[in-house]
């Protein structure tokens, strides 16, 4: 006997006429076990696609911000220096 033949019950069913086989409740818990890591685990990789969408987009949007920001202090900077050059 196998491993998979031994780890099965065997249940005859009248109305189909032939031996049903299922998994015993050790066999089934594994399986259970096993769907559930791998359950898991999928959400766990799509929390962290997410994760690092977010964080691309974040820094992205940092960026863009930075850059206008420093963009719009030279201008400030600038306007106010040549207002000063022409004052002084």
Same mark, same amino acid.
């Given at each position: 006997m196998t491993n998979q033949q031994a780890?099965?019950?065997?249940?005859?069913c009248v109305r189909?006429?032939?031996l049903l086989r299922r998994p015993c409740p050790t066999q089934q818990r594994r399986w259970d076990v096993q769907r559930?890591?791998?359950k898991k685990?999928?959400?766990?990789?799509?929390?962290?696609?997410r994760y690092?969408?977010?964080? /691309?987009?974040?820094? /992205?949007?940092?960026?863009?911000?930075?850059?206008t920001l420093c963009s719009k202090?030279? /201008?400030f900077l600038s306007?106010?220096?040549?207002?000063?050059?022409?004052?002084?």
């Open positions: 780890c099965r019950c065997e249940k005859f189909r006429k032939k559930k890591k791998k685990k999928k959400e766990q990789e799509e929390q962290n696609r690092q969408i977010e964080l /691309f987009v974040f820094s /992205f949007a940092a960026k863009f911000y930075m850059s202090a030279h /201008f306007q106010r220096h040549g207002l000063m050059w022409l004052e002084g």
